[in-house]
């Protein structure tokens, strides 16, 4: 790497970083996930440049449901969500992928949303919301019409608990509508879908470029955006006078 901070082909250099993608299939291990198989391409290219990367599975786990950070204080006997969010605080790239059904997320999405949303009052080191200076991501499967719905649902949440979401950063495969292949049945052309693999690519690298770009710059500047700050009565700026609206 050059002291500018590229590699050789002129390309940022991406280690260091790490990155969570978050299986939400309604299918326990060892059965076939097609998410899995979509979050590969993005992994595998991930890890190809030096980043350290994750895949967790939530229905593999006892995660309960609710908004609060650990349901054991609300009633739950076992809740596994506080051990995956430490692998999502420390993480610098977070992809939620999941599969359609019924042309919406899977229940399990629904869940880990309301269970990231139930983290998002804490603060970071610099007193910003705890998601400042992460990026976010989605990808998508099925075979039936959703995709666009899916990643809008996605994508509005993760920005709304203050993820950074840059340009192209969700990707996904729909087969043909009807109970017809899924991503990785023999046959679905899904793993050769030029779209979906193009998609899928730039989506990976927009990742990469905005989780670099932050991380070098230190996050999100922490101006006009400190939750302790506006309780104390700083306005950061914000001239409200009712009389002239």
């Not at 901070?5 to 299918?27: E, H, I, Q, Y």
């Not at 019924?102 to 309301?114: F, H, T, Y």
């Not at 400190?226 to 950061?236: D, E, H, I, T, Y």
Request: proline fraction near 6%.
């Amino acid at each position: 790497m050059s002291d500018t901070g590229m590699t050789a082909t002129g390309v940022d250099d991406f280690s260091g970083l790490r990155a969570v993608f978050v299986n939400c299939t309604l299918k326990r291990s060892p059965e076939l996930s097609h998410t899995s198989g979509l979050i590969s391409l993005s992994a595998d290219l991930m890890r190809g440049n030096g980043v350290e990367v994750e895949i967790v599975r939530p229905i593999d786990h006892p995660v309960a449901t609710g908004v609060y950070p650990d349901m054991t204080s609300h009633g739950w006997e076992e809740d596994a969500w506080p051990a995956i969010f430490k692998k999502i605080e420390r993480a610098d790239i977070l992809v939620l992928a999941g599969p359609i059904w019924l042309g919406d997320n899977s229940s399990v999405m629904k869940q880990i949303i309301e269970r990231l949303y139930a983290m998002s009052g804490m603060t970071n080191s610099r007193g910003q919301y705890l998601y400042y200076g992460k990026v976010g991501g989605a990808l998508v499967t099925g075979n039936e019409d959703g995709v666009k719905h899916c990643a809008m649902n996605i994508l509005y949440s993760l920005q709304h608990i203050g993820l950074t979401i840059p340009p192209g950063a969700d990707a996904g495969w729909i087969g043909e509508v009807g109970p017809g292949p899924s991503y990785l049945d023999e046959g679905s052309g899904g793993p050769e879908n030029d779209f979906t693999n193009r998609n899928t690519t730039f989506m990976t690298w927009n990742l990469l470029h905005m989780a670099r770009i932050l991380k070098t710059a230190g996050g999100i500047p922490a101006w006009g955006n400190l939750p302790k700050a506006w309780s104390n009565g700083n306005r950061f700026g914000l001239e409200a006078n009712p009389e002239y609206r």
